[in-house]
């Protein structure tokens, strides 16, 4: 049955032609499957603006249409109506001036209506029009989330109390009579719709002495939920029909329960994950919200800037070693991990992930959840995994030394894996490990990277507007980016507004600290360096911190100074410290700024001259290298997947070396080959080819000869034996006597 208010607009578009009789007519019978108001409908689809449901309705009806949402209501005129009344005959009180009251209604034909508000309220009644979905919210919004219903369920319990002592001891038939009660089943059906509504991930249930406090979290801070205080009384109900609806006991209050339910909303199936605690005063609730549906998460959607995303993508496409997430519990760590996944993945791998829990269904991916139950953790789903013949393989979390051995086993076998650490930035991911007892050599030789991230809340575009920066805060910014114009320091924040529920934020965005390995650092960790020296190499290379990551996003007016001093903390030391690598402008990357710099890298690969070179910076090696031509075969196994040159897999090709070094080796070639490609190379350590090494190398720098044609190519060894590599070291130390000695 259609309803008042949708036959009235529905009427009123008719007549006003701005559509068609044949599309309302296909929007009603959608509606009618679910609870919207064609009004919602019409705005969540953006067939029709909010102007201009209010022109039409205004005509139709002869009344002056608002924006009640762009109006502040006095609550103390929301206190002299009860509840009951404005909820059953479906009006908001918006003015009493002496005895004359102002409403905004959705449905103006209803005569009763004024005849009611007349007789028990003795006020004459004044209306104004508003659309259905404005009404609901602001009833919501001054009278609480389901006030009508608690209403009615007092009016016919009203001696219930909150935490009496016999109410602990009611029988379970009483219990569970109150936990399925159809009342109590809508409140906690609402309860559940409105933090879906306002996107929040977790609802959390807190009993106090003389209250319970209903939260939701938003964005990643918690907000109050607009429950009426009455809401109280039915603690014991809403804790016995959570519990129903996850499998849990109702009987049990004395020990923590964790379960789960699957329930629809709207056109939107969700995963709930219901955790109960005892406390003083109660059980405790805290349900997450997940959305059951297929995820498909992108690299760029998670706020990775140009150069950032460059890095990031240069080590999820690596063909083996380990990628570690790190970051404390809630910084999006999985998120990131999922987007990796969904980059790579393709017909020709096989991808296995093992997770605690799985949260987002992913398509073409095997996914484990990990159930130490059965004696399902994460290595012994690991050691299973391998079995399997995957190709990537995500672990969730990398907790003991037996899982973080495991995972980095399986990398120098020629796996990529993804995983996380509860770390506070990249370089403390080294020590954690070393702390688990890992070998340091392990650790060099596997693994590619670590990623550091936090969250932090993106300003809502709708009240976005520019403040002063004070100057305190601007000489930070300006210290910590190498800023020399403090002019282009311009900061941002939210006004606040219903979109962004007053908060002035709408959503989240990561900021990142990549770190990446090389050989300065490999050596570090050989070194067994503290992560504070390690992270001062990185920084001379290149890396960017936390919070120079989300100094820039604040330039950008994407966040605001304050979520970034909350999410990070300055580094001043070891920024100092560092000399300047790659500055850049406000808000702006390196890598689009400095297009001169690197006017290849859309190629993928880099033609230097050798006399643009810094001797300095080529000197800095863990290895020795020495001078010396030796015969060498090597053959494509990996091309840059982005590279525009791309060489035939299927050549042999033989040359000689220009240096080695157990680190890596320098070849000459008439072609240069792609940065980031893979070869299978075969050195000859004498002139009989008696005695050789063979690994795989990567290209990390291409030079192009002056005098000639020719190019060096550079090349550092990625799976190299421990007694390849010891037996290159003998032999440069070799010829290294052997000079000193001439």
Same mark, same amino acid.
Request: glycine fraction near 4%; aromatic fraction near 6%; charged fraction near 25%.
């Given at each position: ?5 949708? /036959?009235? !607009?529905? @009427? &009123? $578009?008719?007549?006003?032609?701005? *559509? %068609?009789?044949?599309?309302? #007519?296909?929007? =009603? ?103 259905? /979905?404005? !009404?609901? @919210? &602001? $009833?919501?919004?001054?009278?609480? *989330? %389901?006030?009508?219903?608690? #209403?009615?369920? =007092? ?588």
């Amino acid at each position: 049955m259609i309803k008042p208010f949708d /036959k009235t !607009l529905y @009427d &009123a $578009l008719v007549v006003s032609g701005i *559509l %068609a009789k044949e599309s309302l #007519d296909t929007y =009603l019978k959608t509606i009618q499957l679910t609870e919207e108001s064609l009004d919602t409908y019409l705005l969540r689809n953006g067939f029709i603006t909010k102007q201009q449901i209010l022109s039409v309705l205004g005509k139709a009806c002869k009344l002056e249409a608002i924006d009640l949402q762009a109006l502040r209501i006095d609550q103390s005129v929301v206190d002299k109506i009860p509840v009951k009344i404005a909820w059953y005959y479906h009006f908001m009180p918006l003015h009493l001036d002496y005895k004359i009251l102002t409403i905004a209604v959705s449905s103006p034909l209803d005569i009763k209506l004024q005849d009611e508000i007349r007789l028990h309220l003795g006020l004459e009644p004044r209306m104004v029009l508003v659309t259905e /979905k404005d !009404l609901m @919210d &602001a $009833l919501k919004k001054y009278y609480g *989330l %389901a006030a009508d219903m608690i #209403d009615r369920i =007092l009016t016919k319990e009203p001696d219930r109390k909150v935490f009496s002592d016999d109410a602990q001891n009611k029988r379970v038939e009483d219990l569970d009579q109150k936990g399925t009660d159809a009342s109590v089943g809508k409140l906690v059906n609402q309860i559940i719709l409105e933090a879906y509504r306002k996107r929040a991930t977790d609802i959390h249930i807190e009993p106090y002495r003389d209250k319970v406090r209903f939260r939701y979290r938003i964005d990643g801070s918690l907000v109050d939920a607009n429950l009426p205080a009455d809401v109280k009384h039915f603690m014991l109900a809403i804790i016995s029909r959570i519990k129903i609806m996850s499998n849990l006991s109702i009987v049990e209050k004395r020990i923590p329960q964790d379960g789960s339910a699957v329930v629809k909303v709207q056109d939107q199936t969700l995963d709930l994950r219901v955790s109960t605690i005892p406390t003083p005063q109660g059980e405790s609730i805290v349900i997450r919200i997940l959305p059951t549906k297929v995820m498909k998460f992108k690299l760029e959607e998670l706020g990775l800037d140009n150069e950032n995303l460059y890095v990031f993508r240069s080590l999820i496409h690596k063909p083996h070693g380990v990628l570690f997430v790190t970051g404390p519990t809630g910084s999006g760590k999985t998120t990131t991990l999922y987007a990796c996944l969904h980059e790579i993945n393709s017909v020709e791998r096989k991808v296995v992930t093992i997770e605690d829990p799985v949260e987002y269904e992913m398509e073409n991916i095997t996914q484990i959840q990990v159930n130490p139950k059965t004696g399902l953790t994460f290595s012994a789903g690991l050691r299973s995994v391998l079995r399997h013949d995957p190709d990537i393989i995500m672990v969730g979390e990398v907790r003991d030394f037996e899982t973080a051995e495991i995972a980095i086993r399986t990398a120098l076998t020629g796996h990529l894996v993804f995983s996380t650490l509860h770390t506070n930035d990249a370089a403390s991911g080294i020590t954690r490990l070393i702390e688990m007892n890992i070998e340091p050599y392990l650790i060099s030789s596997s693994i590619e990277g670590f990623v550091a991230q936090r969250l932090v809340r993106v300003i809502c575009e709708n009240c976005k507007h520019e403040i002063a920066c004070p100057a305190e805060l601007k000489a930070e910014i300006a210290s910590d980016l190498r800023i020399d114009n403090l002019s282009r320091i311009r900061i941002f924040e939210g006004q606040g507004c219903d979109r962004c529920n007053g908060t002035g934020y709408y959503g989240r965005t990561a900021i990142y600290e990549i770190l990446v390995m090389n050989d300065l650092i490999r050596k570090a960790i050989f070194d067994r360096a503290q992560a504070e020296t390690i992270k001062q190499i990185a920084l001379s290379q290149g890396m960017r911190t936390l919070r120079q990551d989300g100094w820039r996003r604040v330039l950008q007016g994407i966040t605001t100074p304050a979520e970034v001093v909350h999410a990070t903390t300055r580094e001043q030391q070891i920024l100092a410290s560092v000399p300047v690598v790659n500055p850049f402008d406000a808000g702006q990357s390196s890598l689009t700024q400095k297009k001169d710099a690197a006017p290849d890298q859309h190629r993928n690969y880099r033609i230097i001259h050798k006399s643009d070179l810094d001797e300095k910076k080529q000197d800095e090696r863990v290895y020795p290298r020495v001078d010396q031509s030796l015969g060498v075969l090597y053959r494509i196994f990996q091309s840059n997947p982005e590279a525009i040159v791309v060489q035939a897999k299927d050549i042999e090709y033989t040359t000689t070396t220009k240096n080695i070094g157990a680190g890596g080796v320098a070849v000459c070639s008439d072609n240069p080959l792609p940065v980031g490609s893979v070869i299978e190379i075969r050195v000859y350590l004498d002139d009989q080819k008696k005695d050789s090494i063979e690994c795989l190398a990567k290209v990390c720098r291409v030079e192009k000869e002056r005098e000639d044609e020719r190019y060096s190519i550079v090349v550092y060894f990625l799976d190299i034996s421990s007694a390849d590599r010891n037996k290159i070291v003998q032999f440069v130390n070799d010829k290294i006597k052997s000079l000193s000695h001439h």
